[in-house]
């Protein structure tokens, strides 16, 4: 006891969140570090197109704009931001962050840059030391989608975080890692935690785990009590107060909205978790029913005791590769006899599609307001009002996604009657289908190095 | 008494790949032990019926009073290839919980969920 834990903020769960919520962070209170996530399972895809079309892009720009009105208070408080915003452009994401800081005057500033996680370029050589790189979900084998790989970038863990605040960075830029290592790198450079130390570097997953997902740990699409949740305008995200034992409270700055309480937290331990006994991650396996859990009141819930073990032998390898094409239409029918002419409407574009050669792979129907959302699970309800008609389609061909979303504008006068446009208007373009391609690979397979750039 | 599953517990609800998980959260200590015999993984897949395609696994967290369902090829192949209208699964707790279960009479249990 004595020595003050370590204040780790969220302020960011996924690309596309709040850019206002580092400001909020760094001037609500007092933070040690603040962490970003930025990569879902769907970002690096979309990151890996925009670094074709523009070497110097790639990365999560809006952390620049989170940063920029933040990066006076950062580096007059000497607060630490750690971020995967790299995503397939580490690099030059580091190098922004670098110029914004000598723009804004602040000279010497130092950049911690972690490499080594995209090994898009070195998969033919994986294949020829015997790597697989079988689909983890499925056992598929990776033949059958090695042409139309997109991108492939491995989870790296929290040690080259830490190497990188050891070597005296201010802001670390990653890649792709492991949204715990976030929290986990800074804590591993303050502690100095054992290689071997498994249960502290467990609760430093834990510890990430709840405040890497931004509001969801401190009120934010909280199903145990909304309505108690207040000023969700101004949500305060989440903070983890992180002791040397690895034992840690969740809280938030008092002057803002949102609730941290034992059952707010309990849903964000829950948040894309498998067996909750073997969490596994590259710096340790969690064990999620070791800790106890309490809630102390005043916006403040303290976990204690969490135990871990080794990380697993492999690393997770996320591969992205191109799977066809989607498009979707919708018409709004009203009352009444909706759901017949949503039917029959269904009906009438397979059997436009059929006559036009226009290829389907499979669809799917949603009556959006009777049953769309939860299929079979929404019971029958009485005469709607009004329904939604969505149709969605996949298929190999691109000019079919396309010609499908030409169909239906005409059906507002040719089809069934009692139908508006609704929210999918004109004629929708088609998307291509990036999909997920888990698999795994030798810890020796990606070799993380780390360096420091300074303003 | 049979109850929605929503007066007892609450819930949150994610995806990795074609695999969504479903916490499901007692909302009171004594509602731990009718969750925990009433909500088998066998129901949970009879309850999503065609939309999971896969095997239900069912874990417990005694120290949450909560259970963790992870429900394989449930996403239509996943969230970024999934034509339903929810492709990541993050209302698929919401959807357990309409789920009617058998509740001792003398618990004292208030109504939360509208009546269908």
Request: aromatic share 6%; glycine share 12%; charged share 25%.
């Amino acid at each position: 006891m004595g020595e003050a834990p370590l204040r780790i903020a969220g302020a960011s769960g996924f690309w596309g969140d709040r850019n206002d919520a580092l400001l909020d962070q760094v001037r609500g209170g007092p933070v040690d570090v603040v962490m970003l996530d930025y990569l879902a399972e769907i970002t690096m895809s979309i990151l890996r197109v925009k670094k074709m079309r523009d070497p110097q892009g790639g990365y999560a720009g809006d952390f620049l704009k989170a940063l920029q009105p933040a990066l006076g208070d950062v580096v007059a408080r000497g607060i630490r931001v750690v971020t995967n915003a790299g995503g397939m452009n580490p690099r030059a994401c580091a190098e922004a962050v670098v110029k914004q800081a000598r723009e804004a005057g602040h000279r010497g500033l130092r950049v911690g840059l972690v490499t080594g996680d995209d090994v898009v370029d070195r998969l033919g050589e994986l294949l020829a030391q015997g790597v697989e790189l079988a689909n983890l979900d499925t056992g598929a084998p990776f033949s059958t989608i090695r042409e139309r790989v997109a991108s492939a970038n491995v989870y790296l863990g929290a040690d080259p975080i830490a190497e990188a605040i050891r070597a005296g960075a201010q802001v670390v830029v990653t890649g792709r890692c492991t949204d715990s290592a976030l929290a986990l790198g800074p804590l591993l450079a303050h502690y100095g935690w054992a290689a071997d130390d498994w249960s502290r570097r467990a609760a430093g997953v834990v510890a990430g785990h709840v405040i890497e997902c931004g509001g969801q740990a401190s009120g934010g699409n909280f199903c145990g009590g909304w309505e108690s949740v207040p000023d969700l305008a101004n949500l305060g995200y989440p903070i983890a107060e992180v002791e040397a034992s690895g034992d840690f409270v969740v809280t938030k700055h008092p002057g803002l909205g949102g609730r941290v309480s034992a059952a707010v937290v309990k849903e964000q331990l829950l948040y894309e978790i498998g067996d909750p006994r073997a969490y596994q991650t590259p710096d340790a396996t969690a064990d999620f029913t070791s800790f106890a859990l309490e809630d102390l009141g005043g916006d403040r819930v303290r976990i204690a005791g969490v135990r871990g073990g080794p990380p697993p032998d492999h690393l997770k390898v996320s591969i992205s590769y191109q799977d066809g094409w989607t498009n979707a239409v919708g018409l709004t029918f009203v009352w009444p006899h909706a759901i017949e002419r949503a039917k029959a409407t269904e009906r009438i574009l397979l059997e436009r599609c059929a006559k036009l050669g226009i290829e389907i792979d499979e669809h799917h129907v949603d009556w959006i307001g009777v049953s769309g959302a939860h299929g079979p699970m929404a019971p029958p309800r009485a005469e709607p009002n009004e329904v939604l008609f969505r149709m969605a389609i996949r298929t190999r061909d691109r000019d079919s996604a396309k010609r499908f979303g030409e169909e239906v504008a005409p059906l507002v006068l040719s089809g069934v009657p009692g139908a508006c446009s609704g929210l999918l208007t004109g004629r929708p373009d088609p998307r291509p289908i990036v999909n997920f391609w888990p698999a795994l690979v030798p810890r020796a397979a990606a070799q993380a190095s780390v360096e420091v750039l300074e303003s | 008494m049979r109850r929605p599953l929503y007066d007892l517990a609450h819930t949150r609800a994610g995806d990795k790949g074609d695999v969504c998980n479903i916490g499901i959260i007692a909302r009171r200590p004594a509602y731990w032990p009718v969750i925990q015999r009433e909500v088998s993984a066998e129901r949970v897949k009879a309850w999503f019926g065609d939309w999971c395609r896969g095997p239900v696994e069912r874990y417990e967290l005694p120290n949450l009073e909560a259970l963790n369902f992870v429900l394989r090829r449930s996403l239509d192949g996943g969230g970024l290839v999934s034509l339903r209208l929810d492709t990541q699964g993050k209302t698929y707790g919401y959807a357990l919980l309409r789920m009617q279960i058998e509740v001792p009479d003398d618990l004292d249990v208030p109504r939360l969920a509208p009546l269908d």
